[in-house]
């Protein structure tokens, strides 16, 4: 960038600092024009009948070799807010093109940069940012490290980033590590509770996250306790956010207490207030919520009409997580209805997507994939996944999960007449079913 001579009187207008850089710079009004710029607009910002637009400033700004900042205001940028506003610029990329790499490399470049100025906040917001873009692609062991290190740079509220600690929390959560999570949320709803800000709105936000994280950790009745108090205070609810949250919550927990009428109450009565709005993500979400509770009745056409809507709703580029979820719900489908290649298909597809991050779900797309193998005709290959989807489940899952995985494994021993084998896994289903359930049964190492 060419050097900025000293600013010439404090009563320099835009059009007069244009033409006095263009004049310096040896330009015409014509050598400056491009497409969308015609040097008759230039004319007009010189002689004070138009005021630049962004685009134009940034054009002209480019070419002239000052800021876009210096040509509108007279003044050049600290290097603090020049790396503040790359910064901006690159968060922008990523939320308009989804994940991308060059921004993220960008990001990643600008992060260090501010590590060695010593600019704490910017090096905090380029990490959270890289963060939030390496969650939203799935890779949530590189999420957590990159939040937690931004959150640590230059601590920030859950009240003003909420998206920040929701993610974390449930990266967490996604990497098998409820506890983690349940730490995050009750960090956060502490924190807002302090403050005494009467937001109830983000109590209730985390107050929810807290109890979804309660459910995975299986501490059942922390959860419904963290959501009883919260219902206390629903009647004074204008957003129906919230209370979608909490009858999302509701459903779930119910769901892993085995009470699915309950469940398929709370998880339509949030569809319900979803419908009208245009929020197609967390409708489609519902859905495949909904199709889960479905299937834990067996009523797997029902199921299925639910798994079709989420797809569409989806769309083509789903979220990592989203895709997952929906393909492993589809291959235990496969399963209910004796569809064994089906189940396969959609059971690899599930792995595929999930990698090495999302153990609880893969653990569920393993059992389905064994069951699949099963009714093809591979029962090595299905003893195989059995016994990995039950070591996964029983690492990473509720209990109802590994116990009803175990037996299933179990019957298909009997029936490929392995009954010694059967019996030993039959038996090791039953002890896990009779443990006293604590908290620390779920947790991770």
């Known amino acids: 960038m060419k050097s900025v001579p000293e600013r010439r009187g404090t009563e320099e207008t835009i059009g007069e600092r244009l033409r006095r850089l263009r004049l310096e710079r040896g330009f015409s009004q014509r050598d400056l024009a491009e497409k969308g710029v015609s040097y008759a607009y230039i004319s007009r910002i010189e002689g004070g009948a138009r005021r630049p637009s962004v685009k134009a400033l940034r054009m002209l700004a480019r070419k002239l070799g ?65 963060g939030l873009a390496a969650a939203a692609s799935g890779r949530n062991a590189e999420a957590i490290v990159l939040l937690q290190e931004g959150l ?89 956010y919230s209370r979608v949250r909490l009858y999302w919550s509701l459903a779930r927990l119910n769901d892993v207490r085995g009470r699915p009428a309950a469940a398929l109450d709370c998880v339509r009565r949030a569809m319900a207030l979803l419908e009208v709005t245009d929020d197609t993500l967390h409708l489609a979400r519902a859905h495949v919520l909904c199709s889960g509770i479905l299937m834990s009745q067996g009523r797997a056409e029902a199921a299925g009409r639910h798994q079709d809507a989420a797809e569409r709703l989806f769309g083509q580029s789903p ?57 093809t005709g591979e029962p090595d290959k299905a003893d195989a996944a059995f016994r990995e989807a039950t070591a996964l489940l029983e690492e990473h899952g509720h209990r109802r999960d590994f116990v009803e995985a175990y037996r299933a494994w179990g019957k298909f021993l009997r029936k490929a007449g392995r009954e010694q084998d059967a019996l030993e896994v039959l038996e090791r289903a039953a002890d896990l079913a009779s443990e006293p359930l604590t908290v620390e049964a779920h947790k991770s190492p």
């Open 66 to 130: 000052v800021s876009a900042d210096y040509l509108e205001t007279g003044s050049e940028l600290r290097e603090v807010d020049e790396r503040e506003l790359r910064i901006a610029d690159a968060e922008l990329e990523l939320r308009l093109a989804g994940n991308s790499e060059e921004a993220e490399t960008r990001l990643s470049a600008l992060r260090e940069e501010a590590i060695g100025a010593g600019d704490t906040v910017a090096a905090s917001r380029a990490s959270i940012a890289l």
């Open 152 to 240: 640590e740079l230059a601590p920030v509220s859950p009240g003003a980033r909420p998206d920040v600690f929701a993610t974390l929390g449930h990266a967490y959560a996604a990497s098998g590590r409820p506890e983690r999570a349940v730490e995050v949320f009750q960090g956060c709803l502490d924190e807002l509770r302090e403050l005494d800000t009467s937001d109830l709105t983000a109590e209730i936000r985390f107050a929810t996250y807290l109890s979804y994280a309660l459910t995975d950790l299986g501490d059942l009745g922390h959860a419904q306790a963290v959501l009883d108090e919260t219902l206390e205070r629903a009647d004074e609810l204008s957003d129906a």
């Open 319 to 375: 979220d990592v997580e989203d895709l997952v979820q929906l393909r492993r719900d589809q291959a235990r489908r496969a399963v209910l209805l004796g569809q064994g290649e089906e189940a396969i298909e959609r059971a690899r597809a599930s792995l595929e997507a999930a990698g090495n991050e999302y153990p609880h779900e893969s653990g569920h797309a393993l059992w389905s994939l064994a069951e699949g193998l099963a009714l």
